[in-house]
């Protein structure tokens, strides 16, 4: 069993950064692929970021590659994303997940989440 707890969501004007972190405990952390996935209201939840230590990959969805860093730190079992120049349809729910991730990009390959935290880019 895996719990995430996230933070470092809140409101930031557009253009503006933010970090979010997402703590675990319990199973060996560095064995699972981490993801970040987001969910705006009447929405489906969306895919953003993901890393997978063992093969030292990192994957982004073509909306935030250039603006988004997924990070994780094995020794503090804590995984962050740097999110820069957001923008207002950044606004979401942002939720960690950890699981096979085969395929990275796929809700369905995580088997834990965290609660989810709150980002709102006003514009």
């Known amino acids: 069993q895996v719990q995430l707890v996230e933070s470092g969501g809140g409101l930031v004007q557009a253009g503006g950064s933010l970090r979010l972190s997402c703590a675990a405990s319990?199973?060996?952390?560095?064995?699972?692929?981490m993801g970040w996935f987001r969910q705006a209201p009447g929405s489906e939840r969306q895919f953003v970021a993901a890393?997978?230590?063992?093969?030292?990959?990192?994957y982004y969805s073509d909306s935030v590659k250039g603006r988004f860093t997924i990070s994780r730190d094995n020794a503090k079992t804590t995984v962050y994303l740097q999110m820069n120049s957001l923008k207002p349809e950044d606004t979401a729910v942002y939720y960690c997940?950890?699981?096979?991730?085969?395929?990275?990009?796929?809700?369905?390959?995580?088997?834990?989440w965290g609660q989810g935290t709150q980002v709102t880019v006003s514009s």
């Open positions: 997940a950890a699981g096979r991730g085969r395929p990275p990009t796929a809700s369905n390959e995580y088997d834990y």
């Open positions: 319990g199973r060996t952390f560095s064995g699972y692929t």
């Open positions: 890393n997978r230590w063992s093969f030292g990959s990192t």
